[in-house]
DNA sequence: GTGAAAGCGCTAACAG
DNA sequence: CTGTTAGCGCTTTCAC
């Protein structure tokens, strides 16, 4: 199969000690010609440390564990770019697991990857506040295995993991903000599912911008939503009817089934009626008015999370890290000032 | 940190092996009490059994590597979805890595996995014929490894691995008999890049149809486009100017681009001019006139490359297996029959 | 400068 | 039915 230290050694004609040595370059004085030597052999053959054996020595790894829903959506396999990307800088690997919105598979997972004895967790999971006894046992195994863990996105329930998500209470006061700038009174909000956290944040963020600019936040003009295209089409027709001339739509689909409705309505986008979407995906460079939205840095939020957790391996008492990443407001053509008609 | 067999045997009052015989129910006759007595004691600390131990002597990681160009394409991350869902099914894990379309860390990515001692490879290069040194080293190290390994998607040049792919020869056949069946004679091809197989297979396979329909192929209605938008906008000028009623443009990112210049040429999309992409992203269900297409199977493919690698693994002197999946048609509202106008 | 020896946690003959 | 023993490939004291 492959090479071990022993062959090495003996064909060097010296220990097992040495050529470990000198293969991990340790300080120890060793002399050139040996190390010359050895480190020939090793080239020769190629020579590839057997990690298992050096992990069950060590104690280390250097593997990382992602947990997350769904690898083929894509706000997290841009997650997982970042933070394979940083991972591998930092001689890491990293192996995912999807666990599909299943809470018994995200508690599979989570043993699977524990028994592999990873360094650190890094971990979306689909739980929700709803899943009570899933997320005990969820934290409690965490806990149990003595492995550091990083929450990234969401945090989990019942438990204050170091974690790195996105503000979206900032999101959303962005992007009415910017509505509000160009000079919007009556703005529109279609929201997300409003028990996920995330969509509430987006939701608030929008009433903060509001108070700030002393316009009072008409509850007639927020339609609840679920992030599908679909409720923006409904959303847009129901706010229109209640005379908006701007819609902040929480997420792009959302944003972009609004745009189609207003248009429907036979209304110019950017002109008649602006909209806001939420997300940045890359549908919203491709429409004929390419949409205004919030970007989310998510590629750097993995790399973050991903050196959070190395940190935290290196250091497990480390102080706790809450770190939250700023959207940023992207304007293209689907909002301008508002104009009196 | 973690209980060991050592310690569920103190616990016990009989030996390490027992206890290793029973977690593993071997057949080995145990009696019910040791067996009953262990699995309690076992189940109490919630025993994980160390995987690098467990691997170093019995030479199985029960870990799959996974190289590819960028888990964030959605083609990708859909592969990588099928793959791990099929894996999870047999008590393998993934690991992936991307190698950014750089062909130095497709090799280092290659050694850190084998340094992993992964039973299986699932590779998805970024090497391309021109690549010609690194490809060697990149077979030479797999080979000496002696790890089995499949290529996906496209296969490895130099060698002919195991391999799973979609065959986009049926792939643009079934585009322009789509057209042709449709009463379309004059029928413009918009290619990828011709120094890639996949462009080139989708290109002949419309060349092969329009003879199968006694078509004479017209090299002035085929425009050399590069994959990206702008050329699909590019290629449709051209193309409407040489008089073509139909458009097959080789991915839908192209179709897209010609959507739009047709529809900014003043004509419609599916009446008067007639457009199929290849791929099937989510853009095309969205767009006013959703876009027919070819749909690749890839999550199909992505989980039989891994049932692949899993039967390589078990039996190494498996005969040789290249799997063609087949792509499909989905008609949708951007083609139509010909109409003499 | 270098080597001998112990041991990480587990499996797998081989004994009894 | 169960225990003893050896050993996987590596790192790490501790001697020399």
Redesign the pocket.
């Given at each position: 199969?492959s090479y071990?230290?022993?062959d090495i050694a003996r064909e060097a004609?010296?220990?097992?000690?040495?050529v470990?040595?000198v293969?991990?370059n340790k300080q120890?004085?060793?002399?050139p010609e040996?190390r010359k030597k050895v480190l020939a052999i090793a080239k020769k053959y190629n020579y590839n440390?057997?990690s298992s054996?050096?992990a069950?020595?060590?104690k280390k790894t250097y593997t990382l564990g992602l947990i997350l829903p769904d690898i083929s959506n894509p706000f997290f396999s841009e997650l997982a770019k970042g933070i394979e990307n940083e991972a591998q800088e930092h001689n890491y690997s990293v192996i995912f697991c999807n666990s599909n919105q299943n809470p018994q598979k995200d508690i599979n997972n989570l043993c699977l990857l524990i028994g592999k004895q990873v360094d650190g967790l890094i971990i979306t999971t689909s739980l929700s506040d709803s899943d009570s006894e899933y997320i005990r046992q969820f934290n409690r195994i965490v806990y149990e295995s003595k492995i550091s863990a990083v929450a990234v996105d969401r945090q989990i329930p019942q438990h204050n993991y170091d974690s790195v998500s996105i503000d979206h209470l900032e999101g959303g006061f962005l992007a009415a903000k910017h509505l509000l700038e160009l000079g919007h009174k009556k703005i529109g909000c279609i929201t997300g599912p409003l028990d996920s956290a995330t969509a509430r944040e987006r939701y608030n963020g929008y009433v903060n911008a509001l108070e700030m600019f002393g316009v009072k936040a008409d509850p007639n003009l927020v339609y609840p939503g679920n992030f599908q295209l679909d409720s923006g089409v409904e959303g847009a027709e129901y706010l229109v009817s209640q005379g908006v001339s701007a819609i902040f739509a929480c997420n792009d689909m959302m944003a972009f089934g609004a745009y189609r409705q207003v248009q429907a309505m036979g209304k110019i986008v950017g002109k008649d009626i602006s909209i806001i979407g939420y997300d940045d995906i890359p549908l919203c460079e491709l429409l004929e008015y390419p949409l205004t939205t919030i970007h989310q840095p998510i590629s750097k939020m993995g790399r973050n999370a991903c050196r959070l957790i190395i940190e935290l391996i290196k250091e497990p008492q480390h102080k706790r890290q809450n770190i939250k990443f700023l959207p940023s407001l992207v304007v293209r053509k689907t909002t301008s000032k508002y104009e009196d008609s």
């Open positions: 199969m071990t230290l022993k004609g010296v220990s097992i000690t040495t470990s040595l293969l991990n120890c004085r060793i002399s040996t440390p057997n054996a050096r069950l020595v060590t």
